[in-house]
């Protein structure tokens, strides 16, 4: 279901940035085409997380005790790129090291998901902001440039969320774009210390030979 679920995501993602961006010159055929898109993928969400429910034998209340995080991304599905931070857990947690590769793919992913979550957030707080009053993020520019600077921890004070929605989304892209920027930072550092370790283990790599040591016969 990777490739499916891959491509729903991608066309919710899709449908609901262009209901924001071109709301204002959409026809209504073309808005109810967006949400058709969007609730289309949403319903390949449902079904994917009902077929693994039914397949893992577990209590429904189980389920989701075990999988929590699978639960919130269902009902908020703009959050999936959180769904890196399970795997850069599963990472850790293997048996033995990990190969180098897995590691250049989890900083991959994961810096492709913070920018996903990045947008998507500029996307939901200029939908929310945009006509609110007293509002300082008008563009979906000022959106953009929030967003980084929030992901960055820099938080210039130029442009804030004044609605309670854009409050909402930007405390959860403050705890999350953390959660995704460590995994990037944490799977670096692995993999370095990880490279360094395997050089220092090739042979010759500050091992004298026999016999080459001061006194020797």
């Not at 077929?51 to 599905?77: C, E, K, M, N, Y």
């Not at 929030?146 to 804030?160: E, H, K, Q, R, S």
Request: hydrophobic share 50%; aromatic share 8%; proline share 6%.
């Amino acid at each position: 279901m990777e490739l499916p679920l891959a491509v729903a995501s991608l066309a919710y993602l899709a449908g609901y940035a262009v209901r924001v961006l071109a709301r204002d010159h959409l026809p209504r055929l073309g808005v109810d085409l967006c949400v058709g898109v969007v609730l289309g993928a949403w319903a390949v969400f449902v079904t994917d997380y009902v077929v693994r429910l039914r397949l893992s034998g577990l209590h429904p209340l189980r389920f989701v005790r075990t999988h929590l995080l699978d639960t919130v991304v269902l009902l908020l599905p703009l959050l999936r790129p959180v769904r890196m931070v399970a795997l850069y857990d599963r990472v850790q947690r293997r048996r033995g090291q990990p190969r180098l590769g897995l590691y250049a793919r989890v900083m991959v992913y994961s810096g492709l998901s913070v920018s996903l979550l990045g947008f998507t957030a500029a996307l939901t707080v200029y939908h929310h902001e945009a006509d609110a009053p007293g509002a300082t993020i008008l563009t979906f520019g000022d959106s953009v440039w929030w967003a980084c600077a929030t992901l960055a921890t820099v938080g210039y004070g130029d442009v804030t969320p004044v609605t309670p929605i854009g409050r909402t989304v930007a405390v959860g892209l403050m705890a999350c774009g953390l959660a995704l920027l460590g995994a990037v930072t944490g799977s670096f550092s692995s993999w370095l210390i990880q490279a360094f370790t395997r050089e220092d283990e090739k042979p010759g790599n500050g091992e004298r030979p026999p016999g080459d040591f001061p006194g020797a016969s």
